[in-house]
Each structure stands twice: as C-alpha cells, then as structure tokens.
C-alpha cells in the first residue's frame, strides 16, 4: 500500500520536474549554443534522477522494515534509538537519507546505523567517493586537476583537499586488504591457471618530501608542496608486473601490477601474493625478469628459487648506452655504431666479448680517484664491467628465445612508467609516504582490472 503511494508521488514529482525543464528550456530565447541546451537538460535530468534515486532508496529501507534490535558483537542485542536523518552527496546532486535507523547496546555501547549504505565514509555517496578516488589516481598533475574533472564530467564539486583525502582514505583500504593476503596466501585465489607465468620487477624513483619537513609545516595527507627551504629527498618505489605467457613467450592476456615503497623483504611477499593471484600454485615454469639491481636478484632466490632468471633485454641494452656515452660523448659519431655492435653480440649471446669490449675501455681510462662523482666516465665504465659480469649468466638471449623465454623489452620498463611515472612523476610533484602508497595502492588496483570487484559490497547488510 504504501509503496504505491510512494510510486504515485513519485510519478507527479518527475512530471512536475519535466514540465520545469522543458519550460526553461522554451525560455532560452531563439538563438542559444547548441551544447549549451544539452548541457542544462544533462543537469537538469540529473537533479531528477536524484530524486528518483531517494524514492528507490526509501522504497527498498521501507520493503526490509525496520527491526525493533540488531544483533550486537557482543552477544546482546542493539536496540533502536531513533531515526536520524542525513543528507549526502551523490553523482546525481544532493539527496536525503530519510530512513536512517540508530541502534545501540546498553552493554557494550556499539552502535550500528540502517539505511546508512548508500552513503561512503564521509558526505559523499559510495559512489561517488569511488568515482572521486578514480579520478584521483587517474588523472595527472594536482589533486585540484582530477577536481576540475569530476566537475566537468560529473558536475560533481568536490575541492582538491577532499580528493586527495578521499584517494587516502580509500587507498588505506586497498592496503589493508593487499597486507591481509600477504598474511595468509593459502587463502589467495588464483584469477587463472596458466601454464607459465612472468614476473618483472623494476625500482624508480619519486620526488619525496622530507618528513621533518612536513611535521613542521604541518601539511597533512597525501601531496605536499615543495616549498620551503628544507631538503626534498628521493624514495624508491618498487613495482612488479606479472603476466601469462605462451609457448613462445609471448605475454597472452592482461598484466596485474604492484607498487610501493615498503622495504625489499616486504615488497617481496607482496610480489609473491600478486604472483598467487595470477596461477602461481599450478604455473609448471616461472619467469623472472629484472634490471641488473642486487636486490632484485636477492628477491627472485629468496621468493622464486626455481624461476627462470632473465635480465631485461630493455634494461641491457640501456646500459650498452650508457658505457658508450661515458667512452664516446653523447654527441660522438661513434658513440651508435657502437652500441648497436655490442648490441649484436649481446642478442647472438657473445656476452664475454661485449665485457672484454667494457673492460677494455675502462682499463683505458684508468682508476677514478677516491672521492669522484658518481657520473665519472671512468667510475661508470667500471660499475658496468661489473654489471655485465655480474649478469652474464641471466644473458643467455638465443638460449631464452629457443625455449619460448621472454626478454622483456620493455614489458618492466613500461610497467614503472605505467603506474608510477605517469602519475607520480611531474612538474615539482612531491609526495609524502601515506599519500604516495595510497595512490600506487589505487592505481595498481585499477591497473590491474581489480577496481569494481575490489569495491563492490554486499547490500545484504541494509536487510
Ligand atoms: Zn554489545
């Protein structure tokens, strides 16, 4: 009975509501912008459809009824304590929560509210603060930019602090969730089965904000400024990027992601957990492609003894670069040629002849005195003799493509600029630790075609 009460009213209000628009509408005079007309009636319809969205809501509240008590943790029973009524703000516009229920325990004094689900954590819908979170970790530049986005597209105003501080409180949500798999993998469903997995790892780094600095200044939360006097420091972010291969290598289906800025050892569970989700369990061989960094190779033994351990090809080849540049100059005629011969051996797996080729160029220019920049030829020419040595055995390029075994190129390398670069990475961007973790934990989730089941709950608490 009551339901179609609320429908009837319903029906005269949306009719009042159109009649207004098209009123309007004939008031615009003769000559009006074309996209101007479809701009007003898209504003228009959505304060109708928020409307609409408060009827259906206090429909549903009205059809699951309002219990006397809820069950409390605690054993009791909550009983109800009235009905307090909000008002929130959805990607329709504003709209009321008139069918909201407190509930409260005499014993233990927890409280549970009903008809509360539509709502986020804060003034927005659910919706909405996913959208803003989105837009958040999706859109370049400051907070305020992906602000003047979601006002554009959504007419949704939402400032950049709330953006930002949205994008962090969601982005604690996304880690909690990756550090609860990481405490218990067993549980970690696999997305798939395939038969062989690649796994690539790469470090990068972001502008950092020392965090006395922030202390003193006060800033809270996500992105700070770089003002100020007091040093900005660099942080390494650590990603990795797992995939399925085929018979020959090559990558079939989507890459997932993970990055943050947690120690090795963490980070290392975490590349575990990310591998479980991708079939690791049944995959019958594993592959490990990294940049030539000590830690990473650390990481494979301790987390992936029997992976297939492949250095870069992309990764290689920029070191070819950068040993030329310190012998040749980077303006020297010489300086290409070089790199791509080097690069011929290296692809037909002479790597003893490229170190020779490197060891005798640093011979040539001698020791570096104690004390010499890091960007000395001749300190460069020395840690890539290194390098090449060091890597050799992870070289083994016409082996890897006789047995199907991808190199890379290019697959880690993007995958940094992917989740890290293009977001974290800009024009005096500098992040604090909480708002940079936040924001990798948002991206990887989308990235990786997570982001609607991650946030997707259950109605069935508003029952
Ligand atoms: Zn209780």
Redesign the pocket.
């Known amino acids: 009975m009551e339901s179609a009460k609320l429908i009837a009213n319903l029906t005269v209000h949306f009719v009042q509501m159109v009649k207004k628009i098209l009123e309007a509408v004939a008031g615009f005079g003769e000559t009006y912008d074309a996209a101007t007309l479809e701009e007003f009636v898209s504003e228009q319809t959505r304060a109708l459809g928020a409307v609409v969205l408060e009827y259906c809501w206090v429909l549903r509240c009205r059809e699951s009824g309002r219990p006397r008590s809820v069950a409390?943790p605690?054993g009791?029973r909550r009983a109800f304590k009235g009905r307090i009524e909000r008002s929130i703000r959805t990607t329709l516009g504003p709209m009321n929560l008139p069918e909201r229920f407190r509930y409260r325990?005499v014993?233990?004094g927890?409280e549970t509210i009903l008809g509360d689900e539509l709502r986020g954590e804060g003034d927005f819908s659910e919706l909405a603060e996913r959208l803003i979170a989105y837009a958040g970790q999706a859109v370049g530049g400051m907070f305020a930019q992906a602000s003047k986005t979601l006002k554009r597209f959504l007419g949704l105003e939402v400032c950049g602090k709330t953006v930002e501080s949205i994008c962090l409180r969601r982005g604690r949500r996304v880690i909690a969730a990756e550090e609860r798999a990481v405490a218990a993998p067993h549980e970690v469903k696999p997305e798939e089965n395939p038969r062989r997995i690649a796994v690539g790892v790469d470090g990068s780094l972001i502008g950092r904000v020392d965090p006395a600095h922030r202390r003193r200044s006060s800033a809270k939360n996500g992105k700070v400024s770089g003002k100020g006097k007091l040093a900005n420091f660099w942080k390494e972010v650590k990603t990795c990027v797992v995939y399925a291969i085929d018979a020959a290598g090559k990558a079939t289906g989507r890459k997932t992601y993970y990055s943050t800025q947690a120690p090795h050892d963490v980070f290392g569970h975490k590349v575990v957990t990310e591998a479980l989700r991708r079939g690791l369990h049944t995959a019958s061989e594993v592959v490990f492609l990294g940049d030539g960094a000590k830690w990473i190779w650390n990481l494979c033994a301790r987390e992936f003894p029997k992976a297939v351990q492949v250095l870069d090809w992309y990764h290689a080849v920029e070191h070819l670069w950068e040993v030329g540049r310190a012998h040749f100059g980077e303006t020297s005629e010489l300086l290409t040629p070089w790199v791509k011969a080097r690069e011929g051996e290296l692809y037909e797996g002479r790597t003893e002849t490229v170190i020779a080729a490197i060891r005798a160029m640093a011979k040539k220019a001698g020791m570096a005195p104690k004390g010499t920049a890091e960007t000395d030829p001749r300190l460069i020419l020395q840690r890539n003799v290194g390098y090449f040595t060091d890597n050799s055995s992870r070289m083994k390029y016409p082996e890897y493509r006789k047995r199907g075994i991808p190199t890379g190129s290019g697959v880690v390398e993007s995958a940094c600029r992917h989740v890290v670069a293009s977001r974290l990475k800009g024009p005096g961007m500098r992040w604090d630790e909480e708002g940079a973790e936040a924001i990798l934990h948002l991206r990887t989730l989308e990235l990786s075609d997570r982001w609607d089941a991650f946030w997707e709950k259950s109605l069935a608490g508003a029952a």
């Open positions: 409390c605690c009791r325990c014993v233990c927890g």
